[in-house]
């Protein structure tokens, strides 16, 4: 069971609205164990269905400790056991009803047989155009916008890999700062390099037939993509001259 933080900045605001947390205060609970969780990941899982918060009469959401606990269900059964998001809110709603219901396992293996390549269920991996505006909170009009501009494309059956939640997000984040979705092309253009100086070193790996290899290759890119990123936060840093955590 999640456990809130008893110091911090934000649990004097939990404690003020009575229990209930913003999602900030969610975020760095949930980050104790989920290091990789973001807002938008939050958000995503809202749309989803999976979370119901509360919202002030300004629009902001609030947490309660249940639900902090659900999205730990949540978050560690796709970290651990790979399921469909559907599969989780079905199970989730089960136990709240009080049935005892099993774990589903999705890819167990037979006895005597290799451990077969983890795959993430099509929700986890995939979400529909309406769910990306939900989780995002853009309008249609907007994302066509993005769009335009290559910085989110839909795939060929018209979904969206999980990751355009954040994009979606942050593109909306600094629109705000007036910085528009043209003046981003750059900093596109810039990520389709790097990917593909990644994508160049592992490239023979993925070509090998042994399972074993490929899995090494899934595994290299995912090392060399957070140095990439790290080194790129690093020279933007550099460049303007400023400290960030």
């Given at each position: 069971m999640l456990q809130t933080p008893s110091g911090g900045a934000g649990s004097g605001t939990a404690a003020r609205d009575s229990g209930l947390m913003s999602i900030g205060t969610v975020l760095n609970v949930?980050?104790?164990?989920?290091?990789?969780?973001?807002?938008?990941?939050?958000?995503f899982?809202?749309?989803?269905?999976?979370?119901?918060?509360?919202r002030t009469p300004?629009?902001?959401?609030?947490?309660?400790?249940?639900?902090?606990?659900?999205?730990?269900?949540?978050?560690?059964?796709?970290?651990?056991?790979?399921?469909?998001?559907?599969?989780?809110?079905?199970?989730?709603?089960?136990?709240?009803?009080?049935?005892?219901?099993?774990l589903p396992v999705v890819g167990r293996q037979r006895a005597g047989e290799d451990a077969p390549e983890?795959?993430?269920?099509?929700?986890?991996?995939?979400?529909?155009?309406?769910?990306l505006l939900a989780a995002a909170d853009v309008g249609?009009?907007?994302?066509?916008?993005?769009?335009?501009?290559?910085l989110l494309v839909p795939l060929a059956d018209g979904s969206y890999d999980a990751e355009a939640v954040t994009v979606a997000t942050l593109v909306a984040e600094l629109g705000r700062?007036?910085?528009?979705?043209?003046?981003?092309?750059v900093m596109k253009a810039a990520a389709d390099r790097e990917a593909g100086l990644v994508d160049q070193v592992v490239a023979p790996l993925k070509r090998h037939r042994n399972p074993q290899t490929r899995a090494l290759a899934e595994a290299r890119t995912k090392e060399l993509a957070a140095l990439t990123m790290k080194l790129h936060a690093a020279l933007v840093k550099t460049a303007l001259g400023v400290r960030l955590p």
């Open positions: 949930l980050r104790e164990e989920f290091p990789e969780v973001t807002i938008s990941k939050i958000r899982l809202e749309a989803e269905g999976l979370i119901e918060p509360q300004s629009g902001y959401r609030k947490f309660s400790a249940g639900d902090v606990e659900r999205l730990g269900h949540v978050l560690r059964m796709q970290r651990d056991h790979y399921l469909p998001l559907k599969v989780i809110r079905e199970h989730l709603d089960a136990m709240e009803r009080g049935e005892a219901v099993p983890v795959q993430e269920g099509p929700t986890v991996a995939r979400v529909r155009r309406a769910e249609d009009a907007e994302l066509t916008e993005w769009e335009s501009y290559g700062f007036g910085i528009e979705p043209r003046h981003l092309r």
